[in-house]
């Protein structure tokens, strides 16, 4: 066993604490990967407080993991030591299920193995990056291209994916209008994305200190959800709204701003149920729909999107002693936009 420092929820709603524990040895298909970096996501929060249902404890949080290779399996052809790379939301799945044949693991059959909060298939609970080191097989390992920073790139491996999985999956592109309802983590790489793909974005959000930030990602528009009015001037204006916020808000304010055939896709996962309106959906055969991350291909296609059209997160770098003061600053949207922790700072 590999012994491992961390930081870890001991219980739902703790705060975190420094931790050790055993990763595996590296087996013959394995990568072990020294993290350098690794994000905070809004769902390392739900889950450390178990606001999902499901959590295991302790755990080490943590899915947007970027490092560099220590060593490699035997049989492992496409990574060698130092090189880069990153994890993001899993580490396994099925690989024989019609999803995951077809590259789509996030959706697999079976269930996709989370990077932490899981249990592999030995039954031991998985453990994330919020961590010094992480021993991953390499179907689920990911190259990090050379122009991306480790820190900026490490969001990418979740609000990075989950915002442009759907977008490349609906063919959102030039000629659209599309609405990105939020702009935290997830929402200001919906803007960047949206934009490098020609897509004409307009941020939809409850603060009006948000536009400036808007302005400079790229949105075409800014509009207050906090004003009623804002929901008769832009009803029937988008193809598409990108929902990312994961409080509890009213779905059916925002259907109304789409055009007849739009689609209003969820991203953001509030811990309390939404009750939805039919009329408004049957009278312009508009749709709802949701999306999670995309699976190993799409990831390193959008690594690799990212790097072209130099998009990375906007981040504020934390050391892993500052995690708890993040948790709560994420809490009061106090970060633009994404908080990165320092793994060199656990001693």
């Not at 990602?217 to 990312?244: H, K, V, Y």
Request: glycine fraction near 10%; proline fraction near 5%; include cysteine.
């Amino acid at each position: 066993m590999l012994p491992t420092k961390g930081y870890a929820a001991m219980t739902a709603k703790a705060t975190l604490q420094p931790f050790s524990f055993n990763r595996r040895e590296v087996g013959p298909h394995d990568v072990l990967i020294t993290i350098t970096h690794c994000g905070i996501c809004h769902s390392d929060i739900h889950q450390a407080r178990d606001e999902w249902g499901g959590s295991i404890f302790p755990m080490v949080p943590g899915h947007e993991i970027v490092g560099t290779v220590a060593q490699v399996g035997s049989t492992v052809k496409k990574f060698k030591a130092n090189d880069r790379v990153g994890v993001g939301c899993f580490v396994d799945s099925c690989r024989a299920c019609p999803a995951c044949r077809e590259g789509s693991e996030q959706y697999c059959e079976a269930g996709m193995l989370l990077t932490y909060s899981g249990r592999d298939k030995d039954g031991q609970p998985t453990q994330g990056g919020y961590s010094t080191q992480i021993v991953v097989n390499e179907h689920y390992v990911l190259q990090i291209p050379s122009a991306l920073s480790s820190a900026g790139a490490a969001p990418l491996l979740c609000a990075g994916i989950t915002t442009y999985s759907p977008l490349r999956h609906w063919g959102i592109g030039k000629y659209h209008k599309l609405a990105v309802v939020g702009l935290g983590g997830l929402g200001h790489m919906a803007v960047k994305i949206g934009k490098a793909l020609g897509t004409e974005v307009t941020v939809l959000s409850t603060s009006e200190q948000k536009q400036k930030d808007a302005e400079r990602l790229g949105a075409f528009d800014f509009a207050l959800t906090s004003q009623p009015e804002t929901f008769i001037r832009l009803q029937r204006r988008f193809d598409f709204i990108l929902d990312t916020v994961s409080a509890p808000h009213n779905y059916n304010d925002y259907v109304n701003l789409l055009k007849t055939d739009g689609t209003m896709i969820l991203v953001g996962v509030p811990d309390k149920p939404t009750l939805l309106e039919p009329f408004p959906l049957i009278l312009h055969r508009r749709r709802i729909a949701g999306s999670v991350i995309g699976g190993i291909r799409e990831t390193q296609e959008m690594l690799d999107f990212c790097a072209m059209h130099h998009i990375e997160s906007d981040i504020e770098v934390i050391p892993i002693q500052q995690v708890n003061e993040a948790y709560e600053r994420v809490l009061r949207g106090d970060v633009r936009f994404r908080f990165v922790i320092d793994l060199g700072s656990i001693k």
